[in-house]
Nanobody, 125 residues
């Protein structure tokens, strides 16, 4: 069993940066792939990025490539999402997720077993 708690969301101006954290409980954190998804009002939840258990392999949605960076610290049971050059269209609730999945399944929300409660990110002037 893994419990996930996101933090770090808030209000930021366009062009600004935020770093989200997702703290996990459970001794098996390091064996899970981790992903970040987001959901804007009136829209479906969409894939943002994911990282494998070791941190050596990552995947990104085209909309965030070059602006967002995912990383993990298995010693701290934490995964991070560094978000730079934020745009108003990045406004959403951001969720972290954990699961046993192959790299090809990273973009699919239904492949993840555990989810956090989400943290709001608002990009506005």
């Amino acid at each position: 069993q893994v419990q996930l708690v996101e933090s770090g969301g808030g209000l930021v101006q366009p062009g600004g940066s935020l770093r989200l954290s997702c703290a996990a409980s459970g001794r098996t954190f390091s064996s899970y792939a981790m992903g970040w998804f987001r959901q804007a009002p009136g829209k479906e939840r969409e894939f943002v990025t994911a990282i494998n258990w070791s941190g050596e392999s990552t995947s990104y949605a085209d909309s965030v490539k070059g602006r967002f960076t995912i990383s993990r610290d298995n010693a701290k049971n934490t995964v991070y999402l560094q978000m730079n050059s934020l745009k108003p269209e990045d406004t959403a609730v951001y969720y972290c997720a954990a699961g046993w999945l192959s790299s090809s399944n990273r973009p699919f929300a239904n492949k993840y077993e555990y989810w956090g409660q989400g943290t709001q990110v608002t990009v506005s002037s």
